[in-house]
C-alpha cells in the first residue's frame, strides 16, 4: 500500500494543532490533522457528557474539520518513522504510512507525576487527569475529593469536580504562600486570566501543603498531607495528585529535534532544528491555551510560506510568553517533593519497579537494564520524567514503536521498503 | 445510550461516555491487574501512562482514549 500523501501533517489537535490547521488552510495546502484522542480539542477543550466547551472552542473545531482542505484523523495514533517525511499512524481499525511536505508537532503537554507512599491505589489520579476523567463521564457526584500538587490546573480541576458534583475539602498547592501572592499580583497584566483565577478560586486552597502519602489498603480511603509545616489526615474518595506539566518532546526527539530545558526547541517561525518540521503549543514550552492557540497560527502560516501573516502575530506571542514565564517562576518545585518516594515505594508503575531497586543506579540506561524500569507499556512517559525529577536523570530519546502498536501495523514498514 | 458488556455484565452508559468513565459507573473504577498482582485504575486520563489499557472485543485499548459503543465487551482482568 502506497504512503497518504499530505502537503502539512500536524500531530495533535488541541488548541496549538487546531489553529495550525486553520492557518495552513487558508492557502491550498491539503492537510491531516492527527490525534490520539476521539475527539479533537486537546486536553483543555476535551469534550464529552460531562465536558463545558467555551464558545471559542467550539466554533475554531468547527471551523477547522469543517474546511476542505483538512482531514481529520481522530484516535490515531504516530507509532514509527518510517523513513523520510514518512511516519508510520495506527487507529482502531489499521495501521498506515503518511508521507508530509512539512510536519507540525502540537503534542501537547503531560502531567508530572511524582511516586509517593500509596500513589497506585485505586481512587489516585493526575489532576489534570481527574479532569480528563469527569469531562469523559466518570462519576463524582457527593465524593469527598483532594487536589494536590502544583499550578493553576488544580483549581481548574477542582472547579469541574466540584461542578460534577463532588465535595472538594482540600486543594493542596506546594507553592509557598509569597509565590503564589506574587503571581496573583501580576494578573492584571493578563485580565482574561484574572478572571478565569477569580472564578476558580476556592477556600479549601491551601499554599505550602504537600501530599505524604495515599492511605488506603485496597483503594484509596484517605491523604496524609504536610500542611503549612503540619502532618494533617484528610478522609476522601479520590485523590488528584499532579506537579506541574511536561512537555510531550518524544516524538520531535525521536525525529531529532533539537531540545531546549526539556522542551522542544523552536525559533520565531516555530520552526524546530530539523528542517521542515514545526512545533507549537505546551511541546515547545508551557504557557497555556492562549499562547498556543498564537504559536499554532504562526507555524500554519509558516509552514506554507505565509511569513508576512506569521510575522504579524508575534507580538501577541510575545505577551503570553511573558505569562508563562511568570507561571513557572512562581509554581517552581519545593525540593521536598524528591523524597516523597520510600524503598518500597513502586516508581515504575508497569512493570512494578520500587525505588530501592534505583536509588543505587548511576543513570537511566543502566537502571533502566537492570530494573526494567522504563521498559513497559508506557515506555518511560511517566517514570522517566519522574526520575529526571528525582534523581536528575536523562531519559534517552524513545525508540520505536512509540507506543504499543499491532503487528499487521508495523507489517506496513515492510510493505513499502521491500 | 450505548450499552456495552462489562466483565460479563451489561451496562448502559451515556453518549459520549469513554470505557475509562464506564468502568467506575459499572464496576470498581480499575481496568487491569500488575505485574505484580495490584489492581490498577486509570491514572493520567490523557493517554500516556497506560494504566487504564483493557481489553476491548478481543484488543488491546486504552479505556480512556475509546468511547463506549452499543455491544463493546470490555474485559479488565486477569
Known amino acids: 500500500m502506497s504512503p497518504e500523501q499530505t502537503d502539512v501533517l500536524i500531530i495533535g489537535a488541541g488548541p496549538a494543532g487546531l489553529a495550525a490547521a486553520l492557518a495552513a488552510a487558508s492557502s491550498t495546502a491539503r492537510i491531516v490533522l492527527l490525534d490520539d484522542n476521539p475527539l479533537a480539542g486537546g486536553q483543555i477543550w476535551r469534550d464529552g457528557p460531562q465536558a463545558e466547551l467555551p464558545e471559542q472552542a467550539r466554533s475554531l473545531r468547527e471551523r477547522v474539520l469543517g474546511h476542505p482542505n483538512v482531514r481529520h484523523c481522530p484516535g490515531t495514533r504516530v507509532i514509527a518513522s518510517a523513513g523520510p517525511n514518512t511516519l508510520l499512524v495506527e487507529d482502531a481499525e489499521r495501521g498506515w504510512q503518511i508521507r508530509y511536505d512539512k510536519l507540525i508537532l502540537c503534542t501537547g503537554a503531560r502531567e508530572l507525576l511524582l511516586p509517593f507512599p500509596g500513589w497506585t491505589l485505586p481512587g489516585v489520579t493526575g489532576a489534570g487527569g481527574l479532569q480528563a476523567l469527569i469531562k469523559a463521564g466518570l462519576p ?94 484528610v478522609a476522601c474518595d479520590r ?122 543506579h548511576v543513570g537511566w540506561r543502566e537502571a533502566k537494564l537492570a530494573s526494567r524500569c522504563g521498559m513497559g507499556a508506557c515506555q518511560g512517559r511517566v517514570c522517566g520524567a519522574a526520575v529526571q525529577h528525582l534523581f536528575g536523570w536523562q531519559p534517552s530519546a524513545p525508540r520505536p514503536p512509540f507506543s504499543p502498536a499491532r503487528i499487521e501495523t508495523l507489517l506496513c514498514l515492510e510493505d513499502i521498503s521491500s | 445510550m450505548p450499552e456495552l458488556i462489562l466483565d460479563g455484565r451489561p451496562l448502559r452508559v451515556p453518549d459520549g461516555t469513554s470505557v475509562a468513565a464506564a468502568l467506575a459507573l459499572g464496576g470498581d473504577g480499575c481496568a487491569r491487574t500488575s505485574v505484580s498482582g495490584q489492581r490498577r485504575a486509570p491514572l493520567c486520563g490523557m493517554g500516556i501512562c497506560q494504566e487504564c489499557r483493557v481489553n476491548i472485543d478481543g484488543r488491546r485499548r486504552l479505556a480512556c482514549q475509546t468511547l463506549c459503543r452499543d455491544g463493546m465487551h470490555v474485559e479488565t482482568r486477569p
Request: overall charge neutral.
Open chain 1, 239 to 360: 485523590l488528584a495528585c499532579g506537579f506541574g506539566l511536561i512537555p510531550n518532546s518524544q516524538l520531535g526527539q525521536a525525529l531529532g529535534c533539537a531540545l531546549e530545558q526539556q522542551a522542544l526547541a523552536v525559533d520565531g517561525w516555530q520552526a524546530t532544528s530539523v528542517a521542515g518540521v514545526y512545533a507549537a503549543g505546551e511541546c515547545s514550552g508551557f504557557g497555556g491555551s492562549e499562547l498556543a492557540l498564537v504559536e499554532g497560527a504562526i507555524a500554519g502560516h509558516a509552514a506554507v510560506g505565509e511569513h508576512p501573516a506569521a510575522q504579524a502575530l508575534w507580538t501577541r506571542r510575545a505577551r503570553w510568553q511573558g505569562f508563562a514565564r511568570a507561571l513557572n517562576r512562581a509554581f517552581a518545585l519545593n525540593p521536598a517533593l524528591k523524597a516523597l518516594a520510600t524503598a518500597d515505594t513502586l516508581v515504575c508503575r508497569c512493570e512494578d519497579v520500587a525505588y530501592a531497586e534505583l536509588s543505587g
Open chain 1, 140 to 233: 463524582v457526584r457527593d465524593q469527598a475529593l483532594v487536589i494536590a500538587g502544583s499550578g493553576p490546573l488544580l483549581l481548574a480541576s477542582a472547579a469541574t469536580a466540584r461542578h460534577n458534583g463532588a465535595r472538594i475539602v482540600r486543594i493542596a498547592e506546594q507553592a509557598a504562600r509569597g509565590a503564589v501572592a506574587g503571581f496573583a499580583a501580576q494578573l492584571p497584566r493578563w485580565p482574561h486570566k484574572l478572571l478565569q483565577s477569580f472564578s476558580l478560586f476556592d477556600r479549601q486552597y491551601r499554599t505550602g501543603t504537600h501530599v505524604l502519602a495515599a492511605l488506603g489498603s485496597d483503594r484509596l480511603e484517605g491523604v496524609r498531607l504536610s500542611q503549612q509545616g503540619n502532618i494533617v489526615e
